[in-house]
């Protein structure tokens, strides 16, 4: 990634529209990515993801008060990113570069064992003349990497906004298949 700017804050931490941009190796264009990022916290619970952790959310989403988290209780939220349009960042993005559309879910959760887990759903488009098989070979092996980087990327963003700081990583625990 060359540069990760900050366009919109709709609320911090929460919901924030980014732009991000990247250089390609020389016969290809440099790519931009203009994206919502959603970031939910969810309440702690001792088994996240499970039907009890959802029947609890649901709950809560009704109004209805939770019970105070266990000592047992995990750290778990979902990160959603969507491609977006915005008065600040046109469409053709800084000269020279290619607009590209990015969209994933990501659930992840604290484990009992002190690891963490990381589910990723993704669907991008590096627009341009590269054709999407080649884009969707090489994703897989693109995607494991950047999970250090936007965990290291989000603690410094929860120290800076005075949050409890998340851990950092310097690798991924599992790779992308």
């Not at 709950?59 to 778990?76: F, I, Q, T, Y």
């Not at 000269?95 to 590209?100: D, H, N, Q, T």
């Not at 959760?109 to 990381?118: C, I, K, M, S, V």
């Amino acid at each position: 990634m060359t540069s990760a700017v900050e366009v919109d804050v709709l609320e911090r931490g929460v919901a924030e529209v980014w732009n991000n941009t990247y250089a390609l190796p020389t016969l290809t264009a440099n790519r931009d990515f203009l994206q919502l990022l959603l970031t939910l916290e969810l309440p702690r619970h001792a088994e996240p993801y499970s039907e009890a952790h959802e029947a609890q959310l649901l709950a809560s989403l009704k109004g209805e008060s939770l019970p105070e988290p266990g000592p047992d209780a995990l750290r778990s939220f979902i990160v959603i990113q969507l491609p977006v349009s915005h008065d600040k960042c046109p469409e053709r993005g800084p000269e020279g570069y290619v607009r590209a559309y990015y969209a994933s879910v990501e659930a992840i959760h604290e484990r009992a064992d002190g690891t963490t887990e990381w589910r990723m759903f993704l669907q991008s488009d590096a627009s341009g003349r590269v054709p999407l098989f080649f884009q969707e070979m090489a994703m897989p092996s693109k995607t494991a990497p950047d999970v250090p980087c936007y965990i290291n990327w989000k603690a410094k963003k929860n120290e800076e906004a005075g949050r409890v700081p998340t851990a950092t990583s310097t690798a991924p625990t599992h790779t992308a298949s």
